[in-house]
C-alpha cells in the first residue's frame, strides 16, 4: 500500500467522517439519471463497493435481487450495519475481490468517487477485478473526480467570486494551511491522472482526478466493452469544465 493509499484509508476512519456519512440517504442526481439507462433491478445481484455508511444501500437494499456491500473501512462497515441490522455489509477491498466468483453480479456500484482514494496500479486492478466479477451485460457505474475541472488545484481566493462563499472557503483553507503544505507535497503528476489534496474532509485526501477520455481508455484495458461519460448531473457529455466529478457506465 502506497503512503497515500494509507492516509486515505485512515481519514474514512475518523469518528467525525463516520458520523457525516451516516447521515446521507438520498442518491446523487446524477445517479438518479444513471440507473434510468441501467433499468429493471428487480432480479439484479448487486455489489455496492465503498458503501460506507449506507447512504446507496438506503436506496437499493429492497429494490434488487441481491445485495452485498463492503468498505475497507470497519468503522463505516459498522455504521451501515447498524442501519440495515439485516444487510450483508462487510469489510472489504475493492482491490481484491478474490471472494466473488467470476461474473457473480448483474451491477456493480462504485459510489461517490470512491475509487479516487486508491493509487494507480491499485485502480486497475479495481477495474480488472470489477469486470471479473460482473457478468456478461452487466453495469459498472461510478463516478471519479474530473482532471479538466476549471478549478482543479486553484484556492478559493484564486478564482471564486468575492462574497460570502469565498469567503468562508477561504477561511477554512487558512485554517489548515499546515496540513494543506504538509499534503501538497504528496501531490503527483502522473501518466494519465493527477493526485491532489482538495478541500475534501478538511483537506485530508489525496485524491486522483482524470480526463474522461483517459477513464474510457482504461476502462478498455480491463476490458470494458463500451462506457459512456456523464457530467456531475448526469447528462450526457463527452468532456466539460464544471463538473468536480464525472459519472460512468460501462458494460
Ligand atoms: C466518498 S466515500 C463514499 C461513501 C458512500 N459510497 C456514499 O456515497 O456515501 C468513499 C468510500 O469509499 C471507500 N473506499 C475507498 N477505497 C476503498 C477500497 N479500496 N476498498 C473499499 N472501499 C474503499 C471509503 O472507505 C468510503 O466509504
Redesign the pocket.
Known sequence: MSDFEGL??AT?RQAGIVDE?AA?ESLHEGEERLLERVGDLSGARML??????G??TAHFLDRVGSYVG????PE?VDACRRRFPGADVSV????DLSRFADGSFDLVL??????D??ADE?RRR?LAEVRRVLADGGHFMFSSHNRDYSRLGKLPWQDARPGRTMLKQSAHALLHTRRRREMRRRELVGRDHVLVNDNAHDWSLLTYYISPPDQVRQLADAGFADAECFDQWGRPSATDEASVWRHYLAR
Open positions: 486515505n484509508e474514512y456519512y446521507q455496492d463497493i465503498g458503501v460506507g455508511a447512504r446507496t463492503i468498505d475497507y473501512s463505516l472489504g477491498d475493492a482491490r462504485f459510489s461517490f468517487n470512491g475509487i482514494y486508491v491499485g479495481v
